[in-house]
């Protein structure tokens, strides 16, 4: 919104060179209106409005930007500008950037940053992606357990310039080991001469530094916390997580999860900023391999060939057949890959769930089956349509839809479970990919059904 | 875990009547845990142990515990407790149990609070569901810009009690009208003699009672905040809305839709604590509706049962035509609903979607007809097969694809903008349901197309 209706003013004073007015402009504002304003300039304007930033405000406005933008402005800026946005940007958001480069880019832009920023970048890229070590920031307040009250926020208001929050305070030993955290709060309401290990808050959550996003995210839904600290498996304090960045990471998986129920890869980008070569790759890569899948149905459907031109009327009643499996196969993966992610069923769960689809796959299938016997029978001028033998193609095409619905149930419900076993994503069982599988057993599932019941009728 | 774990021990205790071992134990856990304990009970226990907690402690664990636990307790536990349990609750979470309750039951239970938590409660319930109105929390801390710092720290120390959070507080003038908001921490830094109206502190960032959730998520996101205002339109301080209740939103909203998106009603509980009349009714309810769309297809293919009586070859290739073009409407819908959610579409961008999308569906459809075309051309025994035309027929087949694919993408694509714009939800738009719309259009073109090439040939 903001970034549409000012820009116009903004290329002015880019176009005039007014870099005093530019600077002033911009500073007014906080830094995420500032990082929309520049999102929507090209990124040769923006390189040149980071040029005048100050550079404090310019590290901050950065961690603001798109990744897709930040990546594109590495390539435009100056090493030594490029210094000194990643030296001021949070170590957390910088972290996000640098695993998003190519790898040589991310070697050559750690080699430029400040020793102690090098350090901690290096420290947090050690970590696998996507994990707990990945996403957290060292930069937090420490206070002793021995300290008073007083000492402890005299304590903040010196180490609160570095930090990502002060909103909670950690207490650790002399050895750096968790011990318990605070929030300022607790701190401001409690006796200024109380000691920090005598104060009650609430109990201590902590993150193990090797923990999933998927993993982060459920510990900060349940606990309601603004911030955890992360530590490793003897209790080092090593970082931490703060809320918003859950909120992002929780946008993030939820958007890759659609995208990959839908049949893509996820897109990793605004759909906008994915180029036409990147969106035809992440597309056309798994349609072509469903449609490999999917040229099963032929092979299926010419072995029952002979069947069909005795009996064309048995051909109008496939694509009915195999779409209801595959849409009741989509309905029980979309289910099954959100109660997973949001561990509403553990994966020891899987037979419980089976038993439960079963019932429900044989309901499903039992209406279906139903509706489509009396559109068959009920149907106008259906001896003339279907033949005098048209009672028993409706039973055909009943009991075959029992069948391919309760199939398209099972497969859809398990298939997740299944990756998951195999530690893969449980969204890669998208909706395309159970409809295909479904797709060539409903065809064999009909033809069987219609040959058992039509033998000596009409085939 | 922790609830499957300690179960039989506080069952244990349930049995021996150990109520105040029970109570001792319970106590020492934190809100969130405690509700997962007793998340696992059975009601009647539950409400049991609700009788015996401390009045605050019931409220909070109460809170915490899943809105299915919470209905149900509602029906078990006595109006005297009830009006206990509810009267210490947050009221943004009471809101959400009420406006999920029956109307009847709301208003009986609304009845039974205290006077002043009666009017919030109404209060709160008179804005429409979905919205920054029914999220807020009316606790928070308000301070006066004419307060020094000093004075500022009291008036948070006697109001802290009774609020949500304390990080953030709220400058207001003396009509309620906020002015400002302000992080503790930024009071904590400040010199103590210096007066609110002076501190600076980021740009002040509010939400208006009617924005929908998906803003309020969307502004979130942007921000980075902790918490946030919530005004009426002349700017009168309503309530806050905390990140931590963001989480939530945010994760029911990807819940949602991403049921919606495989074909579902939103279950709005958790799988295992859907009941299966329930389960039927909303998977049912979607896959009666689309089998009906679907029965289009036998209406099409008997228009068409004259072509493929002649040419059986016809027909072995209908599932694999109409499911490329589901499979890319499957696509295309999904990565058009999430980018509508994210906001990285807007509404008036629908043509350079268009435009685009016509592009990525001739270069899919391009590569899929290719494939297409080479499996039949290259198959072993093509002749026998597919009789001595078979490179016509691979020839249908491959235009047909590209056309089915052009179609599907497009629909696909298209629909989440047009139910968006007749303000319906954009998911409702689900890969089945786009693959019904898709699979009829998908049989016109396949059979126009083989008739158009195949005259005087096969047909």
């Given at each position: 919104m903001l970034g549409t209706l000012l820009k116009p003013d903004l290329e002015e004073l880019i176009h005039a060179k007014e870099w005093d007015a530019l600077r002033e402009v911009l500073t007014e504002f906080d830094a995420p209106d500032r990082a929309e304003l520049i999102e929507h300039c090209e990124v040769q304007e923006a390189a040149l409005v980071f040029r005048i930033l100050p550079r404090d405000t310019a590290g901050e406005t950065f961690e603001y930007l798109p990744l897709e933008m930040q990546t594109r402005l590495v390539e435009t800026l100056g090493d030594e500008q490029l210094k000194r946005v990643l030296d001021e940007m949070a170590p957390d958001d910088r972290t996000r950037l640098l695993e998003e480069l190519p790898g040589e880019v991310t070697r050559r832009l750690v080699a430029t940053l400040s020793p102690d920023q090098r350090k901690i970048a290096s420290a947090l890229l050690g970590y696998p992606e996507r994990t707990a070590g990945r996403a957290m920031t060292p930069e937090y307040v420490t206070i002793r357990p021995e300290m008073s009250v007083t000492e402890a926020i005299e304590q903040i208001r010196v180490q609160a310039k570095n930090s990502e929050t002060i909103s909670v305070v950690y207490v650790v030993d002399q050895r750096g080991r968790l011990l318990d955290d605070l929030r300022l709060s607790t701190l401001v309401l409690a006796e200024p001469g109380a000691k920090v290990a005598d104060l009650e808050d609430r109990q201590l959550v902590s993150i193990l530094a090797t923990a999933t996003n998927e993993e982060v995210v459920a510990i900060f839904e349940k606990y309601d916390r603004v911030a955890l600290p992360v530590t490793d498996t003897r209790g080092q304090l090593l970082g931490i997580i703060t809320i918003d960045d859950v909120l992002d990471v929780q946008s993030e998986e939820a958007t890759e999860d659609i995208q990959k129920l839908g049949g893509?890869?996820?897109?990793?980008?605004?759909y906008l900023d994915v180029t036409f070569g990147e969106m035809i790759r992440k597309r056309g890569g798994w349609l072509a391999v469903l449609f490999l899948g999917e040229m099963l149905t032929a092979t299926a459907m010419q072995y029952y060939e002979h069947q069909i031109e005795r009996?064309?009327?048995?051909?109008?009643?496939v694509p009915l057949i195999i779409s209801s499996g595959g849409n009741s196969g989509s309905q029980a993966t979309s289910i099954m890959i959100r109660a997973l992610a949001l561990r509403d069923?553990?994966?020891?769960?899987w037979s419980r769930v089976l038993r439960r689809e079963v019932m429900v796959g044989l309901t499903l299938g039992a209406i279906l089956g139903a509706i489509g016997f009396l559109r068959i029978v009920l149907w106008p001028h259906h001896t003339t349509v279907y033949g005098p033998h048209f009672v028993m193609i409706a039973g055909a095409v009943a009991i075959s839809l029992v069948g391919v619905v309760l199939f398209g149930t099972l497969t859809g419900s398990m298939l997740p479970f299944l990756l998951r076993r195999l530690r893969?994503?449980?969204?890669?069982?998208?909706a395309p990919f159970v409809a295909t599988l479904v797709d060539v057993t409903g065809l064999v599932i009909y033809f069987s059904v219609a040959s058992a019941m039509l033998r000596g009728i009409l085939l």
């Open positions: 893509t890869e996820a897109l990793d980008a605004p009996a064309v009327v048995l051909a109008l009643f069923v553990e994966l020891g769960e893969l994503d449980p969204a890669t069982a998208s």
